[in-house]
Every structure is written in C-alpha cells, then in structure tokens.
T-cell receptor
Framework: EAQVTQNPRYLITVTGKKLTVTCSQNMNHEYMSWYRQDPGLGLRQIYYSMNVEVTDKGDVPEGYKVSRKEKRNFPLILESPSPNQTSLYFC?????????????????FGPGTRLTVT | SQKIEQNSEALNIQEGKTATLTCNYTNYSPAYLQWYRQDPGRGPVFLLLIRENEKEKRKERLKVTFDTTLKQSLFHITASQPADSATYLCALKEGFQKLVFGTGTRLLVSP
C-alpha cells in the first residue's frame, strides 16, 4: 500500500530533550516536506527536500533540523524542544517537485505526530 | 509572501444542497491552486488541482473554479452528503518549491 508513515504518533517530552520524528514513504517520491498545524494558523511548512541531500527552509524553520540521506526517509529533528513547538506535525511527499512538468503535484500526507513539550 | 484567506466560520448546509467554499489570495496569481480535505486528527487528502490557465475543473461531485482577476478560487460540492463533512483546505505554490495552505473551512452537512 502506498503510504507515508510517521513515528511516533504521539509524544510528550520536556523542554530541551532532543527528539526525532521519523517520516518514510514507499512511493519513490522525490519531494518531501514537513508541516506543523496549529489552531488558527493552519498548516505551515517547516522544511522541504527536493531529493537526497537537497533540503531548504520553509516558512517556520527555526528550532528544527532535517536531513535527507535516503530518498524514502526525511526525519525531523528538534535539538532542544521548547513549549512553543507543541503542535501537530505532518510529513508529506509528492512524486516530483512543485514546479515544472505535468505532475499533479499532489501531496500525500502522513497520519500526523502530536507533540507536546512541557 | 502570499496570504490565503478561507472563511474560518463553519459552513452548515442541508444534505442534497450544493456547498460552496471560498479561497482568496492576496498577491500574484500562482501557477496552480490545490484543494485538500482534512478529517479530524488525520492528514489532509488531495482532491483537485486547477492551473492558472484553467477556469474550471470537475471531478465527480466536486467542481473548482479559478478567477485570477478576483484572486479567488471557489470549491463546490454538489448533492452534498453527511460524509462530506470535513475541513477543506486550499493551497497554492509560492516561489519555486513552497506550498502555502489556508487555515481551512469546516463544512457540516446535516441529514
């Protein structure tokens, strides 16, 4: 089954304790991205990756790191989490990047990770 | 940067009626605009994409229009059903590789 998986689905942690949220897709997609969703603010892009070893900042990258060492995986790293990073996080992937070509640019989203930082 | 405006108030309609949701953007017209459906606690699911040179796109009971003069997209669900109740998000490409989402409009279809 074609899908994007995220782990963990729920996480409660304390300020300053480094954590990683994993994201994996089995569709051989080139483009992957991370979003956070907060009430009243909607989905905001954190980072995106065009392909292996190619990443760039989205709208809210502060406090986050990413890496893309393999095409299927795109982990989100919070080196020193703070309470303002409490949010619902989504990983997404699409076949190709968002520009050019005839792709539908359809984004496939994972199930989400609800993170609470106390 | 682009600002997307979607009605934050929930839209309540009766089953069988047509639901119309609005997405307005503020800056330049994007190359395309997408619509997604999101159910509570789940990730968004892609529904339709409409390009800047397309006026209208249809898929089953769904119809999307794109008016670059008004800087607006309308999303219609005809013959709505209670199962259509969800939050609907519009998204547009900004710059080269960024996707910007609206906050979504919640649709409630009552029997």
């Amino acid at each position: 089954e074609a899908q994007v998986t995220q782990n963990p689905r729920y996480l409660i942690t304390v300020t300053g304790k480094k954590l990683t949220v994993t994201c994996s897709q089995n569709m051989n997609h080139e483009y992957m991205s991370w979003y956070r969703q907060d009430p009243g603010l909607g989905l905001r892009q954190i980072y995106y990756s065009m392909n292996v070893e190619v990443t760039d900042k989205g709208d809210v990258p502060e406090g986050y790191k990413v890496s893309r060492k393999e095409k299927r995986n795109f982990p989100l790293i919070l080196e020193s989490p703070s309470p303002n990073q409490t949010s619902l996080y989504f990983c997404a992937s699409s076949l190709a990047g968002l520009a050019g070509g005839t792709s539908s640019y359809e984004q496939y989203f994972g199930p989400g990770t609800r993170l609470t930082v106390t | 940067s682009q600002k997307i405006e979607q009605n934050s108030e929930a839209l309540n309609i009766q089953e069988g009626k047509t639901a119309t949701l609005t997405c307005n953007y503020t800056n330049y017209s994007p190359a395309y605009l997408q619509w997604y459906r999101q159910d509570p606690g789940r990730g968004p699911v892609f529904l339709l994409l409409i390009r800047e040179n397309e006026k209208e796109k249809r898929k089953e009971r769904l119809k999307v229009t794109f008016d670059t003069t008004l800087k607006q997209s309308l999303f219609h669900i005809t013959a709505s059903q209670p199962a259509d109740s969800a939050t609907y998000l519009c998204a547009l490409k900004e710059g080269f590789q960024k996707l910007v989402f609206g906050t979504g409009t919640r649709l409630l279809v009552s029997p």
